[in-house]
């Protein structure tokens, strides 16, 4: 039986891989990465089978994700190309547009970017997915199918594939949360009370939007009352500079995905 295949048995591989055997996927798993202690750890938690040498990872492929750093693709798509076969292979590489991997491997090789959140960790992930336009239809649900054990699947046109990259991470979520409760533990909260308001403020109320039928702009009069604590809270911080600075991160992390791809 053919297997999935991951080139690259980083974090977000190990992510997918715990959210597929969370999902209980039972088909064969294949990773490739050259740091055996990261595949001796991944074959531990989740039964992969490891493969140190990259070719024969790839000869064995049903699907083939590429999951590695934008510096390490080139070399590793020489390495592909060496394997004469057709593939499927499924690119998680920030910022590399299929224009690109196209071009590196010629007509054989049929083409799909994703973007997982490691939120796929616990089957609460949502990934972008944009296609080839030789892929057919069955290989895309093919694709869709795998992503969606882990969580929604969301079909982005490559064009705006960078700009949902730099704003669907669940970093922000993060930061937001570290931040607010370090702000309540500055008013002399402790840490486990700070953690657990704003894990509430950011977590639940969002929770609540998405579960019911009420658009974002009511719930944001509900819960702030004019001349209320909350509404001066959010003025006060929008006159800090809040959204300036959230459009100053996109835009940072945007022209990453630009780097990325120059280096391909």
Known sequence: MKATVFLGGGRITSALVAGLRLAGYKKPIVVHDRNSQKLKRLKQLYGISA??????????????????????????????????????????????????LRGKLGMHVTWARAMPSPACRSRKGLTAVAFDRRINAKQRQEVKNLFAKVGPIVEVPEGKFDAFT???????????????????????????????????????????????DISLEELLREAATPGGIAATVMKSIN????????????????????????QV
Request: glycine letters at 10%; hydrophobic letters at 45%; charged letters at 25%.
């Open 239 to 262: 006159a800090a500079g809040y959204q300036r600075a959230v459009r100053r991160g996109l835009r940072a992390g945007f022209k990453r995905t630009r780097k990325n791809a120059r």
């Open 166 to 212: 730099v704003t669907y991470s669940c970093s922000h979520g993060y930061h937001a949360m570290a931040t607010l409760a370090g702000a309540g533990e500055k008013l002399g909260l402790d840490r486990k009370t700070a953690l657990t308001a704003a894990a509430h403020a950011l977590a639940d109320g969002i929770i609540a939007w998405r579960e019911g």
């Open 51 to 100: 493969a140190r040498d990259l070719r024969s990872a790839v000869r064995q492929a049903k699907l083939l994700i590429i999951a590695v750093r934008p510096d390490s693709l080139e070399y590793l798509l020489q390495e592909i190309g060496e394997v004469d076969r057709r593939l499927r292979v499924v690119s998680l590489v920030a910022g590399v547009p299929l224009s690109k």
